[in-house]
């Protein structure tokens, strides 16, 4: 599935498999190194991005579902 995500001020346009976690798109996919993944349940909070001004545990939202969002890690704030 086409996925466009607005990353840390870059735009990535990307083929994603629908199963796959947002956190795992964006350490993989999109370089980045402000998210992290620990417990994958969400618990510890190293996942935590902002989407759309909403801070959000990456492990628990899929890709798919953060199309067209801005996103912001911890690497820019």
Not at 25 to 36: D, I, M, Y
């Amino acid at each position: 599935m086409r996925v466009t995500l607005t990353v840390d001020h870059t735009r990535h346009d990307l083929d994603v498999v629908p199963g796959r976690t947002l956190a795992d798109v964006l350490t993989t996919e999109c370089g980045a190194t402000g998210c992290h993944v620990a417990c994958s349940d969400g618990t510890c909070g190293t996942c935590a991005v902002v989407v759309d001004g909403v801070v959000i545990r990456a492990c628990l939202m899929l890709a798919v579902q953060a199309t067209g969002a801005r996103i912001t890690t911890a690497t820019v704030v």
